[in-house]
Structure formats: C-alpha cells, structure tokens
C-alpha cells in the first residue's frame, strides 16, 4: 500500500471555480504536511506547509489537515488559468510525495 | 540568489554507460535530497545527506550511488545505466530537519537511457 495517496486526475475547471485537492495517507506518525505546484517541465515549488490539524490560509490557498481521517485537503478559491499545474502532496517527514493531480483552468 | 542548480538539463546515455549528475546549492542548507520522478509514481527518493560527508539510502537506491564532499554539492552517479533508469532526476535542499519548512527544488535533469 502507498503511503500517499492522490487521485491523479485530470481535473478541469472553469476559470472562477473552487478546486479541491486531495491526498490520504497511512502514517500516524509525527509528520510535516505540505502541498507543491509544479508547472510541466519544472521543479516542484512550495505552496504551503503546516504540521497541525485544522486549515491554514494563505491568499487563494487553504491547506487542510484531518489527523484523524488522515486527510489532506488543498482549496483553491477564484481559480485562474496560471493554476494549471500538477498539484503534489507531501509527507516530508517520511520523504514522501503522492503522484500528483494535474489540474487545467479553463478561461 | 540561483536556490539549486542542477546539470546537465538533458542526457540521453547508452545501456552500460556511467555518467555523474551535480547538484549544487547556494542557501547553506545542510540537507540535501534525490529524488526521481516517473509518472504515475510521483517523486521516489534515491538518496539524501544530512550534512557534508554524511549520505544515506532513500526508497530507490539501487544502481545508484552519492557523494557529499562539499556541503554546497551532492553529486549523484550512475555506474552502468540501464533503461529503468530513464526518469526525470530532482535536486532538492532545505535548512531543516525532516523537511521541515519545505523543500527548494532544482529545475531536474531529464536523463534517457537507450
């Protein structure tokens, strides 16, 4: 069993739209939870980072934590067309990342 | 302020080959990472450092090998390529613990092995 896991997509939205991401995981253990874009035929880059439950604002961006559910949730508010990217979840504690969902915005 | 500089951008080796790919990093992390990614299988680490003269085993390591002779470097070697190696090859750095406060990822090296 994978220790990430995260629908792989693609997910197309109209320009405007909340998208939510989503990534499950298996490790109870202390964790760091993060979220990275990556445009196609670049590195990933961070968008956010947070090890608590609960939600986390940044901008656009709510990162969400359910350590019960082991649920990791990004949203992503009035989504523009330069959000069309890969979307990565990721457990750095444990060095792992979910295969990603690629998301397209529609103008 | 270059964060990660991966070379070469693009390899293409023949089966048997040996090749060396650099990472270099300008932040003073002390944490250093490889990671591979195919699709559908998301990033995979290979190797990391902890710091200068220190490298450990990730999830992938076979076939591979790291130095980290200077903390600003990890280098990471291919002894005799095989076409399972073919891949997109990221560098990634941070200054804290376990990823603490994230990764700094270079822009990858897209290696084919024929």
């Known amino acids: 069993q994978k220790e990430v896991e995260q629908d792989p997509g693609p997910l197309s939205v109209p320009e405007g739209a909340i998208v939510s991401l989503n990534c499950t995981y298996s490790n109870s253990a202390f964790q760091y939870f993060m979220w990275y874009r990556q445009y196609s035929r670049k590195g990933p880059e961070l968008l956010m980072y947070t090890y608590s439950s609960g939600n986390k604002e940044d901008g656009r961006f709510t990162a969400q934590v359910d350590k019960s559910s082991k649920y990791i949730s990004l949203f992503i508010r009035d989504s523009q067309p330069s959000d069309s990217a890969t979307y990565l979840c990721a457990l750095t504690a444990d060095f792992v990342f979910g295969p990603g969902t690629r998301l397209s915005v529609l103008p | 302020n270059a964060g990660v500089t991966q070379t070469p951008k693009f390899r293409v080796l023949k089966t048997g080959q040996s090749m060396t790919l650099l990472c270099a990093q300008d932040?003073?992390?002390?944490?250093m990472y490889w990671y591979r990614q195919d699709p559908g299988m998301g990033l995979r680490l290979i190797h990391y450092?902890?710091?200068?003269?220190?490298?450990a085993k990730g999830e992938v390591p076979d076939g591979y090998n790291v130095s980290r002779l200077k903390k600003q470097n990890f280098l990471l070697g291919l002894e005799s390529a095989a076409p399972s190696q073919t891949s997109v090859y990221f560098c990634a750095s941070n200054g804290l613990y376990r990823g603490a406060g994230g990764y700094t990822f270079g822009s990858g090296t897209r290696l084919t092995v024929v």
């Open positions: 932040m003073n992390h002390e944490y």
């Open positions: 450092s902890v710091g200068e003269g220190t490298t």
